[in-house]
């Protein structure tokens, strides 16, 4: 999203040029000898792994970093907390078991008759440095793995679901994809998320909270009406707001460690 991408441009203190042959809305930044590329995929795995893909086809990056928000699901993460996670996957790859198309338990081991998903190790180096930056500043870190869904996940029954499944922390909607890119085209890669809604925050699936922050303006005004008049949906969206807020100064936080420890990379 705009916002996301703001912070990282903000944290950079660079000035960033709009590349007009992007597909993608795309930014380039210099520092130094270093060339710094950003891009708003859009939400959702298809568009993370086509923007990643044309980064990688027309800037030949030496790692992909995807950054973001996330959805906890675990009780231990709080609004505003970084997710930088070893391993992540995706949660709703289907697969073929028992003689039919079974969604979305891929993650399972093969002895349990089911094929594993997609799992893709982090960069280790500058993960474990960043956590350590962060940490040393106050910030609360999480690194257990990360899964990527390609659905808003935001009923706690589901989350809880996908934390005893696979051990995340968080989920979120395109890093899985961004990953299985990098690791098919042989470069790095790491996750940064911030924690944007919590295990309490809960709504059903496809309800008008999503489209309020993602669809149109016509949609937005014709659906806060609903939403005004649902009992209790004041305060869950005051939260949500609030949860949105607390994640983008988590991000920012975290883009200016992240590019303090990439310049020093280049000094070195």
């Known amino acids: 999203m705009r916002q996301e991408l703001l912070c990282l441009q903000t944290a950079s203190g660079l000035l960033w040029e709009k590349d007009g042959q992007a597909p993608f809305e795309t930014f380039v930044a210099y520092a130094g000898a270093s060339m710094l590329t950003a891009s708003i995929s859009g939400i959702g795995k298809s568009l993370a792994a086509a923007s990643a893909q044309h980064l990688i086809d027309r800037f030949e990056p030496s790692r992909l970093i995807s950054l973001g928000m996330a959805g906890a699901v675990s009780d231990k993460l709080s609004l505003g907390d970084i997710a930088l996670p070893g391993t992540v996957m995706q949660g709703d790859v289907g697969v073929y078991h028992r003689g039919g198309f079974l969604h979305p338990l891929s993650w399972r081991p093969r002895e349990k008759g089911m094929a594993l998903s997609h799992c893709c190790e982090a960069e280790e180096a500058l993960r474990l440095s960043l956590a350590q930056s962060l940490r040393a500043n106050g910030h609360a870190v999480h690194e257990e793995p990360l899964v990527t869904c390609d659905q808003v996940i935001l009923s706690r029954r589901r989350r809880e679901e996908l934390r005893r499944l696979t051990g995340a922390c968080a989920v979120d909607m395109e890093s899985g994809v961004v990953a299985l890119v990098a690791h098919t085209n042989g470069i790095s890669f790491l996750a940064v998320r911030s924690i944007s809604d919590t295990l309490d925050m809960e709504v059903d699936e496809g309800s008008v909270l999503f489209l309020m922050q993602s669809g149109r303006r016509r949609d937005r005004m014709r659906l806060a009406g609903k939403l005004v008049a649902q009992r209790g949906s004041r305060r869950l969206f005051s939260s949500f707001r609030e949860g949105r807020k607390l994640s983008l ?13 990439l310049g020093r990379e280049d000094d070195n």
């Open 249 to 261: 100064e988590g991000l920012a936080s975290a883009s200016r460690a992240l590019l303090e420890l």
